[in-house]
């Protein structure tokens, strides 16, 4: 793993150590999947610091993190919260009470449905929706989707990890894509 384009050196060392802490298991969830667990990185302060720092310097000036379930979800609101701006959740189906939107969408090992909860994404609002993992770019791009028909301008998309080989980036257009590391 190496840090995403765009890193500053001064962060670079920082997301070398991050790097060593995501754990890749094999055969999960299914044969054939190298599974990339970054919960190793949540549980490490410093980590789990240096990654949210670096997401909110690429959020910007959005009005709202929206954080892509599950580990998105960690990852967005502690964005938020130093960008000081909301977070939203985007969900897997039948989890929410009320929602305005959903959008189903095929993974590499199946498909799912992702929904936004009602009443917290006003059209014209600008979106930085982030996840832990860019891999084929299907929930990413089920996300993105899912806000701008909302009616959301999404202004970029970060990640702590994008799989490079599986080329999730294309499936995302034009989006700006931040990825503090690369595999």
Excluded: N
Excluded at 19 to 26: F, H, K, T, W
Excluded at 62 to 74: Q, T
Excluded at 156 to 181: M, N
């Amino acid at each position: 793993m190496r840090p995403g384009p765009g890193i500053a050196d001064e962060s670079a060392e920082d997301l070398l150590r991050v790097a060593e802490l995501v754990r890749s298991v094999p055969d999960y969830p299914q044969p054939g999947v190298l599974f990339r667990d970054v919960t190793p990185v949540l549980a490490d302060g410093a980590a789990f610091a240096t990654v949210t720092t670096e997401l909110a310097a690429a959020a910007g000036a959005a009005d709202l993190v929206v954080g892509v379930e599950a580990r998105g979800f960690l990852l967005g609101a502690a964005v938020a919260l130093v960008v000081g701006v909301g977070t939203a959740p985007v969900r897997k189906a039948g989890k929410l009470p009320a929602v305005a939107a959903s959008r189903t969408y095929d993974l590499e090992y199946g498909s799912a449905t992702l929904e936004l909860p009602a009443g917290v994404v006003e059209p014209g609002t600008s979106v930085y929706v982030v996840d832990d993992v860019l891999a084929t770019g299907g929930t990413a791009a089920a996300a993105c989707a899912l806000l701008a028909d909302a009616g959301a301008e999404v202004v970029g998309f970060g990640t702590l990890l994008e799989l490079t080989g599986l080329d999730g980036r294309s499936k995302l257009g034009d989006l700006r894509v931040d990825a503090l590391l690369r595999a």
